[in-house]
Each structure stands twice: as structure tokens, then as C-alpha cells.
């Protein structure tokens, strides 16, 4: 049981890895308060934080040797 819910958890934050990445190669702006760049690197944090968490939950669904 608690493996399948690590592997959810795992395949869940690779789509919000996914998503993050999306949404910052698609972040445009203009205008007086530009704050795309500031998007940028917050999606760009999130996508790092997410995949690194996905792939320690999927490490932790294997069985260990």
C-alpha cells in the first residue's frame, strides 16, 4: 500500500514538474509592472523543487538490495 502511494505522489509531482516547465518557457509580460522574469524563476524553482522530490519518491518505491 505504501508503495502505490509513493509511486502516485511521484508520478503526481512529475506533472506539476511538467507543468512548471510549460509555464515558464511560456511566460510572456509588458507594460509598466512587468514581473514575467520574476515568474520565470519562481515556475523555474518549482519545476527543480518538484523534480527532485519526484525522483526521491520514486527511489523510495524501490525495494532496496
Do not use: E, H, Q, Y
Amino acid at each position: 500500500m505504501k508503495n502505490t502511494i509513493l509511486k502516485i505522489v511521484s508520478i503526481v509531482f512529475v506533472l506539476i514538474t511538467i507543468l512548471a516547465i510549460a509555464c515558464a518557457i511560456t511566460v510572456t509580460g509588458s507594460g509598466f509592472l512587468d514581473l514575467s522574469n520574476i515568474a520565470r524563476a519562481v515556475c523555474i524553482g518549482v519545476a527543480v523543487v518538484c523534480g527532485i522530490l519526484a525522483f526521491i519518491t520514486w527511489k523510495c518505491t524501490r525495494p532496496k538490495d
